[in-house]
C-alpha cells in the first residue's frame, strides 16, 4: 500500500539525513557564537546559557528536555585535591540530569566521574542504579588546549553571574582559586545557597515596562531554544539545520568508535 501512494503521488522513498555534529563542528558554532556580529540576543545570558547547553549536549547525549530541566538542586560543586601533588585544587562540577528516557521503560543511569590528570588521558566511570536520571562530573582540565569546548568555564560563569555559591566570600574566580583543602582532607564541599534549589540554571528572559531581565523561576523553553541553534547554524554554514538531537548523534556515533568504549565492556 505505501509503495503504491508513494508512487501514485511521486513521493521520496529515500530515508531524510539526519544532521550530525562533532567536536570540530560544536567548534564552528561556539566560534561564531562569541565572535560574530550577526549572533544577537535579547539578553546575553542566552548566549552563554546556549554555549553551555551545546558542550553539555555533546559530551552527555542527553535530551534537550534533561538540559533544560537543571536546577540548582541538582548541582554539586568540590574542590579535589591534585592527583599530581599539585597545591592548587582541582574544581569537579556535578550535574545531575532527570527526565532522560530509557529504551523499553526506565533506565538505570549511569554516574560519570571523570578524573583527568595533568596528562589529561586517566578516566574513570562508575556506574549506579538510580532510576530516571543521570549524573555527570565536569573535572577542570589542567593546561586545557581549547577553552573554547570547556563546559567548566561556562558553567563557573553561570554560577558566578548568579552569586549561587552559599559562602558570602565566594563571589568570584579569583575568590574560588584561592581557596585551599585543609590538610588530612581530600576534598572541600562548595554548597550552593538552599534558597535557590528549585531555580532553573537555564532560563527565559522576561520583558517588562521598565526593563528587560532573566527569570528567577521560568526555565528556558524548548520552543526558544531551537531557533536559536538553528540560527546559529545558518549563521556559521552549516549544511543541516542545527538542532539538540544533532548533538545527541554525534555523542553516540563517538561511544561507537570508541576503542576505549569496546575495551572496557569487552
Not at 544577537?40 to 535530551?63: C, D, K, S, W
Not at 523499553?104 to 578524573?115: C, I, P, Q, W
Not at 564541599?189 to 527569570?215: D, G, I, Q, W, Y
Request: charged content about 25%; overall charge positive; proline content about 6%.
Amino acid at each position: 500500500m505505501r509503495q503504491r501512494l508513494a508512487i501514485a503521488h511521486n513521493l521520496r522513498k529515500d530515508k531524510k539525513k539526519k544532521p550530525v555534529l562533532h567536536a570540530e563542528d560544536e567548534f564552528e558554532l561556539l566560534r561564531t557564537l562569541y565572535t560574530s556580529t550577526e549572533t544577537t540576543f535579547p539578553h546575553e545570558r542566552y548566549r552563554v546559557q546556549l554555549a553551555l547547553i551545546m558542550q553539555l549536549a555533546g559530551i552527555t547525549g542527553n535530551r534537550p528536555s534533561a538540559l533544560l530541566a537543571v536546577r540548582y538542586q541538582h548541582v554539586k560543586v568540590t574542590l579535589l585535591q591534585d592527583p599530581d601533588g599539585g597545591e592548587q585544587p582541582r574544581v569537579l562540577i556535578e550535574i545531575v540530569f532527570n527526565h532522560t528516557k530509557g529504551y523499553l521503560g526506565e533506565k538505570d543511569a549511569y554516574v560519570f566521574t571523570l578524573h583527568i590528570t595533568s596528562a589529561a588521558v586517566s578516566r574513570y566511570i562508575g556506574v549506579t542504579n538510580e532510576l530516571d536520571s543521570n549524573e555527570f562530573g565536569i573535572p577542570d582540565v589542567p593546561n586545557e588546549p581549547c577553552l573554547l569546548l570547556c563546559p567548566h568555564i561556562t558553567m563557573l560563569a553561570l554560577l558566578f553571574a548568579d552569586q549561587a555559591f552559599a559562602a558570602s566570600s565566594l563571589t568570584s574566580p579569583e575568590h574560588l582559586f584561592r581557596l585551599r583543602i585543609a590538610p588530612g582532607q581530600k576534598q572541600l564541599p562548595l554548597p550552593l545557597k538552599e534558597e535557590m534549589a528549585a531555580r532553573p540554571l537555564f532560563r527565559r528572559c522576561k520583558s517588562t515596562v521598565k526593563s528587560l531581565h532573566m527569570s528567577e523561576e521560568e526555565a528556558l523553553a524548548d520552543t526558544t531554544l531551537r531557533p536559536q541553534m538553528i540560527n546559529l547554524g545558518s549563521i556559521t554554514g552549516m549544511e543541516l539545520p542545527t538542532g539538540p538531537y544533532t548533538f545527541r548523534r554525534g555523542n553516540g556515533q563517538a561511544l561507537d568508535n570508541s576503542s576505549k568504549w569496546t575495551r572496557i565492556f569487552a
